[in-house]
């Protein structure tokens, strides 16, 4: 099997377009530990990246038509407010979730993710808060995770104590959702419904055999993962930390219901295995959806792939379900940020 012909068409783009420059991909050893920290990229060459990154998957009007309204507000952060972007799905509102943007820590924004949002928000009924949490290397780790800690904190106590809440986030954001779940658990906070992670980052230095196997040539490498790395992190002894490396907690009993979604030539593919397994053995209802043909980062391309819109249909859908069993009775509608 390989991947889709217009992804093989993007992936032979991307691969010339790195000759042209010069670039020569490194083979990373499985056993290699990244340089932390790394040195960070020139101020003009990390706005470069951003710029890119930065690109709606979709124009935004376009995607804005699939829900009832949306609209930035500010939220608390761990170090003063953030801004984040509330998506009202039309209908009776069913949940909250906290959503956490991928880029590796680095990029991506509350843009490049809006039609993602959307698309999530129409599928689940719920209301989606998407956040812009502080990213690195201006921000090393776990100033993102703080980030995300105060906005579900805030979520936690502004809506109605029978409103389901939930989290989830593609690829970095993944891995801040999975670890959001942890942290609500050893603090003894009002329970999550569930969480979403798609093509997350989870392992840290324990590298699963999918990092060796589609370490290059599709666009999400070994060597890239690395860099992040470098970016993020402040000491090699991070790598090790659960809030970091999720699957390196001790325990995952109970955590709330999972959807994992992972892409076929993806090098974090088998993180999102491994975590299942160790959630399934926990005892966790877990939902392992994985599509073979697509590779990391798929969702921003929903408007080309099929698989894009289908996998945030059913992650919608997984969420729609996990908000009605929650219920016992239902749910008041959210009376926060001016909604009624």
């Not at 470069?48 to 998957?57: A, F």
């Not at 921003?300 to 908000?323: H, I, K, M, S, W």
Request: glycine share 8%; with cysteine; proline share 9%.
């Amino acid at each position: 099997m390989r991947p889709t012909l217009t992804l093989r068409i993007f992936l032979f783009w991307l691969a010339r377009q790195a000759r042209k420059r010069g670039v020569v991909p490194r083979r990373v050893a499985l056993d290699e530990i990244p340089p932390i920290p790394a040195v960070p990229p020139s101020a003009d060459v990390l706005r470069q990246i951003r710029r890119v990154t930065g690109r709606p998957s979709f124009p935004v009007w376009l995607s804005s038509l699939r829900v009832r309204s949306w609209r930035d507000i500010r939220v608390p952060g761990a170090e003063g407010p953030r801004t984040a972007r509330l998506y009202r799905p039309r209908g009776k509102v069913r949940g909250v979730v906290l959503f956490l943007h991928g880029g590796g820590f680095v990029h991506c924004d509350l843009v490049s993710h809006h039609g993602i949002c959307c698309r999530l928000a129409a599928a689940s009924g719920a209301m989606v808060l998407s956040l812009d949490y502080r990213l690195a290397p201006e921000h090393r780790f776990p100033a993102g995770l703080e980030d995300a800690k105060s906005a579900l904190d805030w979520i936690f106590r502004t809506v109605p104590a029978d409103m389901p809440v939930a989290v989830a986030g593609d690829s970095a954001g993944g891995n801040l959702s999975a670890v959001l779940t942890q942290w609500v658990r050893s603090q003894g906070m009002r329970g999550l419904s569930a969480q979403l992670l798609y093509y997350p980052a989870l392992s840290g230095p324990f590298a699963p055999p999918s990092r060796e196997t589609y370490a290059e040539g599709y666009m999400l490498s070994t060597e890239l993962l690395y860099w992040y790395c470098g970016q993020t992190l402040s000491s090699p002894e991070q790598l090790f930390d659960p809030a970091f490396s999720p699957l390196l907690a001790e325990s995952l009993k109970d955590l709330p219901p999972a959807m994992i979604v992972t892409a076929g030539f993806d090098p974090l593919r088998g993180e999102g295995e491994l975590y299942a397994r160790r959630l399934d053995e926990a005892g966790i209802p877990v939902r392992l959806k994985n599509f073979p043909r697509m590779i990391h980062g798929f969702l921003n391309g929903y408007a080309l792939f099929r698989d894009g819109r289908r996998a945030l249909r059913e992650g919608g859908l997984f969420l729609r379900e996990a908000f009605a069993q929650k219920k016992a009775k239902p749910a008041r509608r959210p009376r926060f940020l001016g909604v009624s």
